[in-house]
């Protein structure tokens, strides 16, 4: 398939977007085997192809941070927030992540599949073609297993490419109350085994807040991730600082995500590991937060810099990585350009990918063909999705 006549955002080199003007793009066995400018088109070729009539065509965008698959929902607590509840005060009030326990604890896989792919399908009408999924509403071991499972099932059923992650370190049980680090020893390093035996992850998570874990806490369940060669990536300095930015950073991590509560430091030591800093500005958002991620600080220290929805039914209802964007730029003044190299370059750095998130040969023909004339347009519109078409693996 060749794909002539487009205006192409590779999000590489030096020039802004990496745009490519009147290019082109041919795409065999599920490749992008070349690109350049459609003059340059090679002779000799007999194949399909179409003409975009001047369409952007950007990589395929990537949610590298969710918690889709889960039960229930807590609108009830959106209304305590609105109310003045904090975050805390919800959680301590029995709500917050203990409350969607129960609700998957008892929900079947099928009823945890039917409800994930609701957002699944949301994301893809958005041009979503890999997806990010974490366990951490079980904090039991069957559960823990159960969601991974899921999560693996969704690609299944749609086009899109699903990496797992295990967040047993999620919160703290009411039956391991006054006992979290037993928690993490009896449940979470168990689950972990038994969910890598089974080959249900893809990396290892952890919560890093006064009403979760310390790192501490979470110290020999990233050993025990590491032991097993799987990949850390960790919920850090969202509500305070503890100190989990610094654990990311010494054990290589993936990515650290939130990180309102960051520091100059932090971002010191998250370039020095090679980290991605996540942004999840539907968090942010939703808490009415006013500490921002120090978005400059990143910046300053060459911190690549992630976007994500954190979809989940307590913290971040959203569902959207366009706006998604847009709050990134709005909420935490990102440019544009960082936004989409957000939701596909860094955000593929993010989950440890290096065949997607740039338009180059070699890389998987996952696109998003969008009609707008350039990029910033994806980042500027709210409540509106441009999409024309998304190619998954070179299927459109």
């Not at 065509?57 to 889960?70: E, F, G, R, S, Y």
């Not at 366990?135 to 823990?144: A, K, N, P, W």
Request: charged share 20%; net charge negative; with cysteine.
């Amino acid at each position: 398939m060749l794909l002539r006549n487009a205006t192409l955002a590779t999000m590489h080199g030096d020039d802004p977007y990496g745009l490519l003007l009147q290019g082109a793009i041919l795409v065999d066995a599920g490749r992008i085997v070349w690109l350049g400018k459609d003059a340059d088109v090679r002779r000799g070729y007999q194949g399909p192809e179409e003409d975009l009539e001047g369409r952007l065509v950007t990589p395929a965008l990537i949610d590298c941070h969710t918690h889709i698959v889960h039960g229930g929902n807590r609108s009830g607590e959106f209304e305590m927030r609105l109310n003045g509840a904090s975050y805390q005060d919800v959680a301590r009030a029995g709500g917050g992540i203990v409350s969607t326990v129960t609700a998957t604890r008892a929900a079947s896989e099928e009823v945890l599949l039917n409800g994930a792919l609701r957002f699944v399908d949301a994301l893809i009408a958005e041009g979503v073609c890999t997806l990010e999924v974490k366990s951490g509403y079980g904090l039991d071991i069957d559960t823990e297993l159960k969601m991974l499972r899921v999560a693996r099932s969704i690609e299944d059923v749609r086009d899109i490419r699903v990496k797992t992650t295990f967040l047993g370190a999620h919160a703290v049980p009411k039956e391991f109350d006054g006992r979290t680090l037993t928690y993490v020893q009896q449940i979470c390093i168990p689950a972990l085994n038994a969910a890598h035996a089974a080959g249900l992850v893809d990396a290892v998570d952890g919560f890093c807040e006064g009403i979760a874990f310390s790192p501490e806490d979470l110290e020999p369940l990233f050993a025990r991730a590491q032991s097993l060669g799987l990949p850390i990536k960790l919920h850090a300095e969202q509500l305070s600082h503890l100190g989990g930015t610094q654990l990311a950073a010494r054990y290589g991590a993936l990515s650290a995500d939130h990180l309102e509560y960051a520091t100059d430091e932090d971002a010191k030591a998250m370039a020095q590991s090679g980290s991605v800093a996540v942004i999840l500005p539907g968090a942010f958002y939703t808490l009415r937060e006013t500490r921002m991620p120090p978005i400059d600080a990143f910046r300053a220290a060459g911190v690549p810099m992630a976007l994500a929805t954190d979809c989940n039914p307590g913290s971040s209802p959203l569902a959207s990585v366009l706006l998604t964007m847009n709050m990134g730029c709005t909420l935490f003044r990102m440019t544009p350009e960082e936004a989409l190299a957000g939701v596909t370059r860094h955000a593929a750095r993010a989950l440890g990918l290096d065949d997607c998130g740039m338009l180059a040969a070699g890389m998987r023909a996952d696109l998003a063909v969008w009609d707008v004339e350039h990029p910033a347009e994806l980042a500027y519109r709210i409540g509106y999705n441009p999409l024309w078409r998304r190619i998954f693996g070179g299927r459109a």
